[in-house]
């Protein structure tokens, strides 16, 4: 519950309250009869009264008959002389209540004003927080500032990106001496992109220029510029950069530019959408501002194949900065720093560890240092330790264990044999991932088991070879099925998907078939958020050049599967031995059964000498 509820209740209680008051009141006011006071003087003489409130100015009572369906009763009291000598007249006389304007807008206003605080207090919160309230602050920017004091940022907290910081360190010395780089006429560009997937630390950076600086640092997000008000991005962007020019030297953020620097043109139909003109203006910005002032602007995006041409052209953002995914000595790096927040054991094999976790960002790597403490506080460890990150990357590669997911003894048999096929074909390749662990536990992804590989260093470049070898493990779960059983089953539906995808990629985008050459034949688009899933794909090809690619990814697929078959053939062995074990002790490892480990070969190279020619 929010901490704010409990005082909005409160007060709507109140204010129904008084409202509830108010009717009662004007109904009971309603129901009282308003008489002369001659008729109550003679109500009174005939003893029809039965009960009497003498105010000041008032009498109030009730009759013992009703008259006219109304038993209580209200007059306005005379002074008594006059109404003595008055009564012997016999003139009808009534009194007249002194009536004050206060009083009386009082009463009107009263009202009025409690409605208006109603709503001001249960209906602006909500306003607020659908963009409809503070309509006269709708062209103010929301960008929040962050001083040294509050940013607590410095490139001593980044670590696994030595090389990005080294570019960024310019920035950092222009905003601290300009007149050192103003003295030859240079100056720093105006704006610096940071692209990478996410998580990679794009924000971090950021913020530690900010912190190495001691400048103001200027913070607000792409989506912020974008209201359902035509004009109010324009003027939020126009206001922001009031605001930097006034706090210079600073620093503005922008992050995810890609909600507000979309592609023109893309979607629309004109030119007038509320995302184009607020694009337009922060174009305008880009081109009005001097760099000399000491204003630099730094954007973070991790789509930057949608972003506006015009963003990206010299004297607007003139330096893209790739973060990428960190490589092993960035993971130890990274690790360091995380694993000061939990205690650990000391002589933990953190090289380990960076070996495991491959193509982790700086975000999964501190997932993970807390995903490690959690485990090791189950096991009321006194300390984390190495096994404790090993199962935090089982959780995070497979997921969570199902054990209360009981199969039966057939299915587990299959799995078993499934499983262990991988394996086998895994350690009867060159240059495949040594195998981790395999385990017949279900697992949270929807996999009945797995087979984890884990690499021992990083790659750049993959061999047809090693394209190839892949497939072969993802088609030895099924080959092992029928070769022990006879038959298939459908727990190889993900294994087919993935090695069909490598195959099309290795006929289509990478030229390695012998039938149709080496054109590229579909193209892929620089995404770190992966392909989208309603992308349509150009085919630049024939229908005669389609056939072919069909054949050729069923020849690969084919040709993995015999290769599979013929290695589990001849560790059929193996292959029952491992089966019998894993279905025993349902998690296994190549220290535990040594027929996992790889086989001594040689791993696939490349002769430069060859190459050069």
């Not at 602007?297 to 330096?319: C, H, K, Q, S, Y």
């Not at 240092?369 to 090791?376: D, L, T």
């Not at 992966?530 to 990814?553: F, N, W």
Request: net charge neutral.
């Amino acid at each position: 519950m929010n901490k704010d509820q409990p005082w909005t209740l409160y007060l709507l209680a109140i204010g129904l309250a008084v409202l509830a008051a108010i009717q009662f009141g004007l109904f009971n006011r309603a129901a009282v009869q308003t008489i002369s006071y001659s008729q109550f003087l003679q109500l009174l003489e005939q003893q029809k009264v039965s009960e009497l409130r003498i105010e000041h100015d008032r009498i109030l009572g009730t009759l013992q008959e009703p008259i006219a369906g109304r038993s209580v009763f209200s007059t306005v009291r005379v002074d008594p002389q006059l109404s003595e000598q008055l009564g012997r007249t016999g003139v009808t006389f009534t009194g007249v209540a002194e009536d004050s304007n206060l009083t009386s807008l009082v009463g009107w206003l009263m009202p009025l004003m409690m409605m208006l605080a109603l709503w001001f207090f249960l209906f602006r919160g909500v306003t607020d927080k659908q963009g409809l309230g503070g309509l006269m602050s709708v062209g103010k920017s929301r960008a929040r500032v962050y001083v040294e004091r509050d940013t607590k940022v410095t490139f001593a907290d980044v670590a696994g990106i030595d090389d990005v910081k080294g570019e960024l360190t310019e920035v950092v010395s222009f905003l601290k001496n300009q007149a050192f780089y103003a003295r030859l006429g240079a100056h720093v560009p105006k704006g610096t992109l940071l692209v990478g997937p996410p998580g990679t630390g794009k924000t971090l950076v950021a913020k530690a220029i900010a912190g190495e600086a001691a400048v103001p640092f200027f913070s607000i997000s792409g989506s912020e510029f974008v209201e359902m008000f035509v004009g109010v991005g324009a003027a939020r962007v126009r206001d922001l950069f009031d605001q930097a020019r006034r706090a210079a030297p600073c620093i503005i953020f922008i992050d995810e530019l890609d909600a507000l620097g979309k592609m023109r043109g893309i979607g629309s139909l004109g030119g007038n959408d509320e995302k184009e003109q607020t694009l337009n203006q922060l174009l305008a910005e880009l081109d009005g501002f001097d760099p000399r002032e000491g204003v630099v602007l730094l954007a973070a995006t991790n789509r930057p194949e949608i972003l506006d041409p015009a963003l990206l052209r010299a004297g607007r953002f003139d330096r893209q900065i790739l973060i990428d995914r960190p490589d092993r000595k960035g993971r130890l790096a990274i690790l360091k720093v995380h694993l000061h927040k939990i205690v650990y054991k000391n002589d933990l094999d953190l090289e380990r560890i960076a070996e495991i976790t491959p193509g982790l960002t700086g975000a999964d790597l501190a997932n993970l240092v807390n995903e490690a403490a959690i485990v090791a506080t189950r096991r009321a460890s006194q300390w984390v330790e190495l096994q404790d990150f090993t199962a935090a990357v089982e959780r995070l590669v497979a997921g969570v264990e199902r054990k209360g997911n009981v199969l039966r003894d057939d299915e587990r048999q299959v799995v078993a044999y499934h499983e262990m096929g991988h394996a086998l074909a895994a350690s009867s390749l060159p240059a495949m991932d040594p195998v981790h662990k395999v385990s017949i536990i279900p697992r949270a992804a929807g996999s009945l088991g797995f087979t984890l590989q884990r690499p021992t260093d990083d790659r750049y470049l993959i061999s047809a070879q090693m394209l190839r070898d892949r497939i072969v493990v993802l088609m030895a779960g099924r080959a092992a099925e029928s070769l022990v059983f006879g038959q298939v089953s459908t727990g190889a539906a993900d294994d087919l998907g993935r090695a069909t995808d490598i195959a099309r990629q290795l006929i289509t985008r990478f030229g390695m078939s012998t039938e149709l050459g080496q054109a590229v034949l579909e193209r892929q688009q620089a995404s770190y958020l992966g392909e989208s899933l309603l992308r349509q794909e150009r085919k630049d090809y024939s229908e005669q050049t389609a056939r072919e690619i069909d054949l050729g990814i069923r020849g690969l697929l084919e040709e993995a599967y015999a290769r599979a078959r013929t290695l589990l053939e001849q560790r059929r062995s193996d292959l029952d031995a491992g089966a019998r074990l894993l279905l025993a002790k349902e998690t296994i490892t190549p220290e535990e059964f040594p027929a996992l480990l790889p086989l001594a070969k040689e791993p696939a190279t490349y002769n430069l000498v060859d190459a050069a020619k």
